[in-house]
């Protein structure tokens, strides 16, 4: 069963300098740790696999938790994740580009300052509490990725033809996260070392009872791996959703 949402991960090649830039919008370090052990179970998902790399773990209460990756490679192409930020002080945004609507959200697609990654936002505040509790997904195979949130614990809030939002209410926590997901005609291939946002993680009382569950539903997914982070021994796989998703699944180990 999955418990919670744990974080979504962000390629960094300078964790001072992306440290320094969200302390600004008030998350915290929980943990960083370097060149520790990088899982082969993840050599499918990077386009340059090296045996070692760093993470960092930031975090701000009601908000999604932050992973920085470095996995000493930035693969050019554009991951399939972008933040939507609620009154996000408007010196972080870099470019104004457009209006548009997931349902009846209405956001301003931008870019954030310094680092060239795209992203949503809506209301500007330097007065209200930032708030970052969306991600949009882009998906290709719409329905389909629909039904296989669905199975991880999200339900539909909101639906039209081309976008639906969809919330994961925690038992062991206040926030309320929520996924945006857009039709998209890219059937490209993500990477965990795309630029950007590019994986989502989920905790789940038991990995191997989620692997069997995801596996008889028909969707491609590694091995377990076991990796000791933060003093903490944590069982872990990826499952690929339809349309080309990359989904960690973590679990304590017993």
């Known amino acids: 069963m999955i418990l919670q949402v744990d974080h979504v991960a962000l390629s960094s090649?300078?964790?001072?300098?992306?440290?320094?830039?969200?302390?600004?919008?008030?998350?915290?370090?929980?943990?960083?740790?370097?060149?520790?052990?990088?899982?082969?179970?993840?050599?499918?998902?990077?386009?340059?696999?090296?045996?070692a790399h760093d993470l960092a773990l930031i975090a701000n209460q009601?908000?999604?938790?932050?992973?920085?990756?470095?996995h000493h490679h930035l693969n050019e192409n554009q991951a399939y994740i972008f933040p939507i930020f609620e009154n996000i002080p408007i010196q972080f945004i870099e470019t104004e580009r457009r209006k548009t609507f997931f349902c009846d959200l209405k956001v301003t697609s931008a870019e954030l300052k310094e680092t060239n990654i795209p992203c949503y936002f809506f209301g500007e505040s330097n007065q209200s509490p930032f708030r970052f509790n969306k991600i949009v997904m882009n998906v290709n195979n719409f329905d389909d990725s629909l039904a296989f949130w669905?199975?991880?614990?999200?339900?539909?809030?909101?639906?039209?033809?081309?976008?639906?939002i969809l919330l994961f209410q925690s038992l062991f926590s206040r926030s309320d996260l929520e996924i945006v997901l857009t039709q998209s005609m890219n059937e490209s291939n993500y990477f965990l070392d795309d630029i950007g946002w590019n994986?989502?993680?989920?905790?789940?009382?038991?990995?191997?009872k989620e692997e069997e569950y995801l596996k008889n539903s028909g969707y491609p997914l590694t091995t377990i791996q076991e990796l000791e982070v933060n003093a903490k021994c944590l069982q872990i796989f990826f499952v690929k959703g339809p349309s080309n998703e990359l989904v960690e699944i973590i679990s304590p180990k017993s």
């Open 13 to 51: 090649l300078d964790f001072d300098k992306d440290l320094a830039f969200w302390k600004e919008l008030n998350y915290n370090l929980i943990f960083l740790e370097s060149s520790i052990q990088n899982l082969e179970i993840k050599i499918p998902f990077l386009k340059e696999f090296h045996e």
């Open 199 to 208: 994986c989502i993680a989920l905790v789940s009382n038991s990995a191997k």
């Open 150 to 164: 669905q199975r991880l614990g999200f339900r539909i809030l909101k639906r039209d033809n081309l976008s639906a």
């Open 62 to 70: 009601d908000n999604y938790s932050i992973e920085l990756l470095n």
